[in-house]
């Protein structure tokens, strides 16, 4: 059984930064992918970026040049950082272990000024 608790998300005005934690239980982290997914009100959830365990990574174009997902294995966490954020990216992100049905419970970020 993996459990995946997300924390940092909060209130931010248009432009600011966020950094987003996920950390993981149990001893798989390290050889799985993991990626961030959001889910605005009323839109389905989607995909935001995904890192291999090697360090591989791929965003949506939405995010691209203003995200970045990173890991650390050794703490079982992986992190986005969110920079130059924008009011449509306000939405609930999630944590996920690719490939499998373990998502975290969510973390609110919202953005406006």
């Known amino acids: 059984q993996v459990q ?4 940092g998300g909060g209130l931010v005005q248009p432009g ?3 950094r987003l934690s996920c950390a993981a ?3 798989i982290f390290s ?3 993991m990626a961030w997914y959001r889910q605005a009100p009323g839109k389905q959830r989607a995909f935001v970026a995904i890192i291999s365990p090697a360090g591989g990574t791929n965003y949506a174009d939405s995010v691209k040049g203003r995200f ?3 890991r ?5 966490t992986v992190y986005l950082q969110m920079n130059n954020l924008k009011p ?6 999630y944590c996920h272990v690719h490939s499998s049905n373990y998502w975290g ?5 919202t953005v406006s000024s």
Not at 4 to 7: A, F, G, R
């Open 88 to 93: 449509e990216d306000t939405a609930v992100y």
């Open 16 to 18: 600011g930064s966020l």
């Open 31 to 33: 050889i799985y992918a």
């Open 105 to 109: 419970q969510g973390t609110q970020v």
């Open 25 to 27: 239980s149990g001893s």
């Open 68 to 70: 970045t997902i990173s």
């Open 72 to 76: 650390d294995n050794a703490k079982n």
């Open 4 to 7: 995946l608790v997300e924390s």
